[in-house]
């Protein structure tokens, strides 16, 4: 009877939803010096002996998505009493560390460092263990076309939404294991993060402050300069998530990110993000050498804090308010504008406090939680001092708006200077709201991005131009003033 036959489930691509030696050279990342022994070992040793010198250490499966619909089918196999063993191409070290998450298991069979068991020797150790077509096999790919060809029952899993790939169409399957992905246009929207573009436009303040967004000239520069950061920042946020794998993985919501979901294989984020990177620095390199030496500092800064930084408290939240303010240095660059002091001192100050705002809503939500923040330097206990931190920097960059209004550079600028004030009470406003609703739990993305969304903060900062609008205009200080308009 079929439920006397014992089912033989594959791990990449089957039970687990993504691979797990994609898994491996992505952890490999932090440690250059394993991918490039695990390099010399295939050449000299195989490509078993490859995968053992990746798996020793830091490739943590114990949260990587598994396919439901797999896992729903070995569960009714064990429920009716059949055996089920887990029978891979991966290194016995990683598939030990899925096979503890499926209890019930009648045992693993894997590659060792000098069998690889894919294909004929996955066959062979089958039929030798079970007999020719004493076994039912569960497989994704074109590897396992000689094991369905030796196995009684046959299931393929695919994350395909559509029908069967055209190599499985010649097999008599019992049955599709579907686990469909999401629409890939949204996947890859969602791995490329393309709302976070939004962050990008600080790289038009500079026209903006220096009166300058009429300019033809200087406003294509800055569109160019935008599109280079835009696919900068695509290549990053891959690779990051590609870095974060376990941190995301961890995370109440950050585990539905594309790659750490398996939608997306580490692998393609990795060769994407470098085609993304290169194209970036190709525009760069047109827009001028000023132009490109800020958009690599950019990117060696943002791949830092992807690497190392972002686990380093304080340090953290420096680096990513400069990486706001890169963008304004950006801006300034292509487009030939000075920044002021006044200008760079409150944006710096203000970036600071929306950088911290971020760790303040991710050490607020880690105390409600479990108290731990993964992939950071911070604990749910640090949230007072995030807390004085930021409003701190925040009113500081009050302050200092405060300071610039009344001297006389802004005399020198608009004729109808007292309209500014206008920005003071609507400024701390909005620094407050921001604060209020991070400790309310309502940030949950970028404070920037956020507040680009936010309706109070798009009401603050139309009153905040039309105070600039005011003051641009001679009769407004008369009228302030109390007198006749002429």
Known sequence: MEDQRPLIVDLDGSLLRTDTLHEAVAAGLRHPVRLLNASATLGRSGKAAMKQVLAVDGVDLRQAPLNASVVNFVHRRMADG??????????????????????????????????NLIGPAKTRVLVERFGERGFDYIGNSRADLDVWARSEGRYLATLRPEGEPGWARDVDFDEVLRDASPNPLRTWARALRVHQSLKNVLIFLPLVAAHEFTNPGMLLAAIGAFIAFTLMAFGVYLLNDTLDLAADRAHHTKYRRPIAAGWVSPLTAVFASGVLTVAAIALGALLGLPFLAVLLVYAVATTSYSFWLKRIAVIDVVVLALLYMVRIVAGAVVTGIELSFWFTAVTLFLFLSLALVKRYAEAHESRERTGEIPGRGYSGEDVHAILALGSATGI???????????????????????????????????????????????????????????????????????????????????????????
């Open 82 to 115: 059949g055996r089920v063993f887990l029978v891979t191409g991966a290194d016995r070290m990683l598939a030990d560390q899925v096979a503890s998450r499926i209890p019930g298991l009648s045992g693993v069979m894997a590659s060792d460092g000098t069998t």
């Open 396 to 486: 500081a960059a009050v302050l200092l708006a405060a300071v610039y209004i009344q001297s006389e550079a802004v005399s020198d600028i608009y004729p109808s200077p007292t309209a500014l004030w206008l920005v003071i009470p609507t400024a701390f406003y909005w620094v407050a709201n921001l604060w209020l609703k991070a400790g309310r739990g309502q940030m949950h993305d970028d404070p920037l991005v956020f507040a680009l969304r936010d309706r109070a903060s798009l009401a603050a900062g139309a009153v905040i131009l039309l105070a600039f609008v005011a003051a641009s205009v001679p009769v407004v200080e008369q009228l302030i003033a109390g007198g006749q308009t002429p």
